[in-house]
């Protein structure tokens, strides 16, 4: 039986990262935390309070509560930007880290973000890095929206370019900033998910999860 181990699942916007670590989670009894839900409620708690979620965070993050996380307006493009900024803030991720860690050594757990692996459990045994190409993480993004059947083959390219320049523009702000970019720790395994379903995704893991776990003893 698997006891307080922690999965860390890493990777880019739309990657896929939370469909698998919330099946992994399932599949192995863990407790799931979605992290990046902690920076979104961060920028929402700022855009509530008419605030800018470029200026400092640090109150708001330290000031967040387990309501903040169940709201169902944390997943709008206001938001999506809104955390990347706040994400960025030294302030607000030491606020934040407290919490992600007891929650994982509780009594284990799979938390999947940007820096689960590199900053938050560098000693992880098991850490994954979930990528897929910037279309095709547009395009699943664009069907997860409802994906507007409607559309004409060239207005469904121009919803999912649209879509994909956001990503893209996400994930360079989040790769390159100076506190825990994101990046794969050098233990981690890389798992390409563009021709792969989430089913598919979910077996290739768990084979990795029993490798890594049997070779860590
Ligand atoms: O679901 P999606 O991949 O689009 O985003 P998310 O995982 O909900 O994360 C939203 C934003 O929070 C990211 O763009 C990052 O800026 C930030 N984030 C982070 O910095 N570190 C984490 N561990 C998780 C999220
Ligand atoms: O958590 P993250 O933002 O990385 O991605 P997600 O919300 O887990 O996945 C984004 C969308 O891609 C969801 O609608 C998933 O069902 C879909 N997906 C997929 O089509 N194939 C995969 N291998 C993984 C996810």
């Given at each position: 039986a698997l006891r307080r181990v922690v999965i860390a699942v890493d990777g880019p916007a739309a990657a896929g990262?939370?469909?698998?670590?919330?099946?992994?989670?399932?599949s192995l009894g863990l407790p799931y935390l979605d992290t990046g839900l902690l920076y979104r409620a961060v920028a929402?708690?700022?855009?509530?309070?008419?605030?800018?979620?470029?200026?400092?965070?640090?109150?708001?993050?330290?000031?967040?509560?387990?309501?903040?996380?169940l709201r169902r307006d944390l997943r709008?493009?206001?938001?999506?930007?809104?955390?990347?900024?706040?994400?960025?803030?030294?302030g607000v991720r030491a606020a934040l880290l407290a919490f992600q860690r007891q929650?994982?050594?509780?009594?284990?757990?799979?938390?999947?973000g940007r820096d689960i692996g590199t900053v938050i459990f560098p000693d992880a045994p098991v850490k994954l890095f979930v990528t897929a190409s910037a279309w095709r993480r547009?395009?699943?993004?664009?069907?997860?929206s409802g994906g507007?059947?409607?559309?004409?083959?060239?207005?469904?390219?121009?919803?999912?370019?649209?879509?994909?320049?956001?990503?893209?523009?996400?994930?360079?702000a989040d790769a390159t900033r100076a506190t825990a970019p994101l990046r794969p720790a050098a233990d981690a395994i890389l798992i390409d998910t563009d021709d792969l379903d989430a089913d598919?995704?979910?077996?290739?893991?768990?084979?990795?999860v029993r490798e890594r776990l049997q070779a860590s003893g």
């Open positions: 990262k939370g469909t698998l670590a919330a099946a992994l989670a399932a929402r708690r700022m855009l509530d309070a008419g605030l800018d979620p470029a200026d400092d965070a640090t109150e708001a993050a330290a000031g967040l509560t387990a309501d903040d996380l709008t493009p206001e938001v999506d930007r809104g955390a990347s900024r706040v994400a960025a803030q030294p929650f994982g050594h509780a009594n284990g757990a799979v938390l999947d547009a395009e699943r993004r664009w069907l997860q507007a059947p409607d559309l004409d083959a060239g207005q469904r390219r121009q919803a999912i370019a649209r879509i994909e320049a956001e990503l893209a523009a996400r994930d360079a598919a995704v979910l077996a290739r893991a768990l084979a990795l």
